[in-house]
């Protein structure tokens, strides 16, 4: 059994840049379908995958994302594919619409339950880093993707990534 705290890393905003597909939910229209589709493309945020090999070297990471479980297979090549640090990834569930904020706390509260340390969290939703803090754990802020609304908007309001 391993001792090492955790590295907690969400993915979009942080390692993957997201703005190529978010137009698909932008306005009245929202295709999520379209929008999940274009994971494969992400770029990777060079900053995210520097603090995330950084921190590989003495921590166990876990990846928790707002992503849904269906994105499963096409995240977990994308990790690969550009070389991330090797870590279990913790997706929210298909039908689960709660803010990220609330779902993440509760996915991670499984571990800490289990007798994990929680050594850091980096994430680059301000409602996710507060409530993180709030809950006593030391948090990264990801600043180095610009934020849009439209993200803010589908993190808070519609549970969807
Ligand atoms: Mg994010």
New binding site residues.
Partial sequence: MTARPLAVI?????VADVRHRLHHIEGGDRDWASFFAGIPDDPLLAEGAAVAERLAADHDVLYLT?RPERSRADTEQWLARHGLPRGELVMRRDRDRRPARVTKIALLDRFVAAGRVVGVVV???PKVCAAMRNRGWPVLVADWMARSDTLDQA?EDLGAT
Avoid at 10 to 14: A, Q
């Fill in positions: 969400d993915l979009d905003g942080v707002g994430d680059d939703d993190q």
